[in-house]
Every structure is written in structure tokens, then in C-alpha cells.
């Protein structure tokens, strides 16, 4: 069974710096994609960023375009998400999750397997 476990998540101030990291676990294969999405109360929840475990590919919504970059050590079992220049508009849940199969889907129904979040407040 996939697990995948966040943290990172703080209260911060407008324009600081926060690294959320994902721990995964149980994957069976190479072929997954891992996702960060993000949910703040009363609204849908929205995909941030996402990269494939096996090769380059990534994605990222446009407003966190050149500011937030996904990474993964493969050696860590980690996914990160460095935040830069925060927004009060990225306070959210940002949760992570795992996508099994070839690519990625911009669409976090396609994920099957979901962390718990963290939580990411920032202040202005």
C-alpha cells in the first residue's frame, strides 16, 4: 500500500521561503507520478505542482510559476515543494499524493493515493 506522509507546513510571514517535503512509501514500480495539491476551507481543491518519479517531467499552475519548484530524491523516498515569495494566497492544506502509471494527470481525481497535510498559513 502507498503511504505518503507531508510536513514541512508553518505559519509564515508574506514573501518568506517554506519547503514542504512528502515521504512516500509502498510504491510498486517506477511508473508513478506525485503530485502537490492544495486546499483551502470552502474551496475545491487545486493541483500545484507535479513531477514523474521516473524522469523529468513537471508541472506547475500558473501562479506558482517561477516561484514554487518540485523536486524528488529518489534515495529519500522524498518529493519537495520549495515555496518562495509566499503569497496570503497560497495559505491552504497542501496535501501530497501518488498517481500509479505511465506520466502525469493535471486532474487530482487520477490520484490514488493521498497524505494526510500539512498545513500552510501565511500572513500578510
Known amino acids: 500500500q502507498v503511504r505518503l506522509v507531508e510536513s514541512g507546513g508553518a505559519l509564515v510571514q508574506a514573501g518568506e521561503s517554506l519547503t514542504l517535503t512528502c515521504t512516500v512509501s509502498?510504491?510498486?514500480?517506477?511508473?508513478?507520478?506525485i503530485g502537490w495539491f492544495r486546499q483551502a476551507p470552502g474551496k475545491e481543491r487545486e493541483t500545484v505542482s507535479l513531477?514523474?518519479?521516473?524522469?523529468?517531467?513537471?508541472y506547475y499552475r500558473h501562479s506558482v510559476k517561477d516561484r514554487f519548484f518540485i523536486s524528488k530524491d529518489k534515495n529519500k523516498n522524498t518529493v519537495s515543494l520549495q515555496m518562495n515569495s509566499l503569497k496570503p494566497d497560497d495559505t491552504a492544506m497542501y496535501y501530497c499524493?501518488?498517481?500509479?502509471?505511465?506520466?502525469?494527470?493535471?486532474?487530482?481525481?487520477?490520484?490514488?493515493?493521498w497524505g494526510q497535510g500539512t498545513q500552510v498559513t501565511v500572513s500578510s
Open positions: 509502498g510504491l510498486t514500480s517506477e511508473h508513478y507520478a
Open positions: 513531477i514523474t518519479w521516473s524522469g523529468t517531467s513537471t
Open positions: 499524493a501518488a498517481k500509479k502509471g505511465v506520466g502525469y494527470s493535471t486532474d487530482p481525481l487520477g490520484y490514488n493515493d
